[in-house]
């Protein structure tokens, strides 16, 4: 059998080239130019239609993943709080490092940027922060919140940060550039600094005039995977001391340099070494952390007349480029081992307005937290800051529901509702803020709160719009439980005469209230003249009014028949008897200074259908047990005077169906609410604040004392609220309310806080659980739209309340005391 051999090697490509080099090189570049004169007319042009379709369907899906980014985006304004944390930055963006998206999610539909903008006009620089729609609502905001305490953000959908809208006869200019690293982007630029780094950036654009704007982005996205790889691959180069780029590595192998051993030998030149050692160093620290691809651009733009000459144009466009330069300029104070050069933006404000992120520069986060970040300088002109801290509620602050009413939304993390419970509320609340800060949509909603649950309640507004505004709002069930005084209504007013139930209550309380009200004008014998004046009255009419007293002073013919009547009380009787000693003169003068002030009131056509048309017909106990009695007494209708007797009047006969509640078991009590605005002029009566706060908590009647500021109250009123009133609302307050308003929200909300509040925004402290629980902030909600027709339609259900009342025998027990409601609820007692 034959023995097989081996092809010899001079038939292989191997042997032919040993043996023949130039032949075989020859031969293979034959045999690959016949193949390209055969295919190359074929295979060029499909690879040039493959590459040109691969780089079509590439943009094509870029811009289609860019714009599903633009779904819902939205732009968060911050206001800065009023110092700036420097370490905030960083906190921030190593927060948003958590946007980053799974490997097939990048590779398929990218990965979402956010862009930190800093927006300068003519009127200052707002700090916004532009978040795609793909980003879960509230996680920038919350970072932000967190990283900055006392920022406060507010979102909108988002829009241009520059105009591109020309006006009217006008004529839009606008130039633009784009920042890039000069540099390897292994090599770091500064971001270690004494003084705030962007206060350059925050000066280049001062004093831009009404047609000026200019934006700075800093576009940003985190990044991991190859893209850090290609990164630190690059450092490598550095450090092999080749070139990161293609044509510098092709000269680098024509030219060979050093290697890193033989830089590391002692001939180096010593200060060469040191300065590859501190590059090394740098380099080591940017990439030991998270990594954000970042990309600067800015813009600025104008408007001028449409028929400006084009020579002044021309000098509008050099304006506009010095400007550019000032911001681009702004950014060389980064500069270290790495620095930013400027390119052209084409078409800026279209760039600005898509906020497209292809590819830029890798930073790390102290290197991004660097450039974008809230100013530290606290007195960067223009720059609108948050008035206060945002401090969240404690987790067991009540939100809502039937037993709740509600106070507004937390403004930090999670916005949630937040209300007092109504067994909280027995414990009382203190309102407290300017005129406009939101002080009377907080009662409103309140207001509202009760009604719908058929509560009880007892407004007086001095002022009139809190009425009105509940009038267009109340639920429609509660129009048949609605008492109604209007002191600006031609229609019917209901009575409440003062001189009516329990017979020492009712005259204390009078003669108490007009003593304060007319305190500066008021002694002892004018007191002595009214109480035995009303005790006579009560002792001798079956429904005594104030439209009588005048004539039990002046006419003796009726002075007689009632002084006949007392006969048998030695006092009253000995008390007319000095009366009638007097002459004429002197009696006319002892009188004058309480009928004064009787004729002032009863010249008011509505005061006297309030308080001395008669028998009353409104059963204010009834009203605590479910019914809603607002009572509008504006101040500029009635006067001064007439308005804080009037509303005075009302609190003391509150004050008398609370404390008759005593004959109920407690059990049956309906919780009720007196609000009252300006609080300072209607608490005149004969008690003690602590002591009838005290007491209304065992009667189940919470009382809301609202008012302006901490002067309006006396020392021992304020000291009263300030200790029984243990829930406190706080808006808007003077430096000097503030400083003492702290010592109930300290250290959480400080009085620079108080003072600093924006308008509907509130600090709020409450009692839950009938303890009282940390201080924090809320903003308080809008009322709902008015429903129209609603307040004519409850006009005319109230008017129902002005005839005089039916007996009630009904409603009492055997043994004297007052029925419960059948309509009675246990669990709004809870």
Known sequence: ????????IVDSPLGRFLTDPWGAINAMVTTVWSWLVVWAPIAVPMLVVGLTALLIVRRWWFLRCQAALHTNARVVTILAPPTVDPDGAQAVWSNLVGLLRPAWKRVVTGQPHLSFEYVFGHDGVQIRVWVPGTVPPGMAERAIEAAWPGAHTSTEDATPPLPSDEGENRRRLVTGGTLRLARSEALPIRSDFSTDPIRALLG?????????QACVQVLA?????RRVKQARRAARHLDAGRS????????DMLTPGPTPTSRSKPSLDPQTSLEYNAQNRAIVAK???SQWDTLIRYAVTTTVPAETPDSQVGRVRDQLRGRAHAIASAFSGFTEHNHYRRTRLRHPLEAMAQRRFRRGNLLSIPELAAIAHLPTDEAIPGLQRAGARAVPPPPNTPTQGALIRPIGISDTGHARPVGLQVSDARHHLHVLGATGSGKSTALARMILADAEHGRGAVVIDPKGDLITDVLQRLPEHAADKVVLFDADSRGPTPCLNPLEGAKDAAVDNLVAVFSRVFASAWGPRTEDILRASCLTLRATSEAPTLAELPGLLTDPATRQRHRDAVRRDPVLHGFWDWYEQLSDPERARVVAPLLNKLRAL??????????????STVDMSRVLDGGLCLVRIPKGSLGE???????SLVVARVWQATTARAAIPQRQRHDAALYVDEAHNFLNLPYAMEDMLAEARGYRLSMTLAHQHLGQLGKDLKEGISTNARSKIFFSASPEDARELARHTAPRISDHDLAHLGVFHAAVRLVVGGEETQPFTVATEAL?????????????AAARHTKPLNTRADQATPDGRRRADPAFDPRRAA
Request: charged content about 20%; aromatic content about 2%.
């Open 244 to 251: 990161t780029h293609l044509i510098g590595r092709l000269l």
């Open 641 to 647: 005077d007439s308005a804080r007797l009037l509303g």
């Open 287 to 289: 990439h030991r952390g």
């Open 602 to 615: 009863l010249l008011r056509p509505f005061v006297v259908k309030a308080l001395a048309a008669g028998p």
């Open 221 to 225: 996205r985190p990044v991991t995977g």
């Open 204 to 212: 280049a654009p001062v004093g831009l005039g009404v047609h000026d």
């Open 1 to 8: 059998m034959p023995i097989s051999s081996s092809p010899p």
């Open 784 to 796: 709902p739209p008015a429903i129209r027709g609603r307040a004519k339609a409850i006009r005319t």
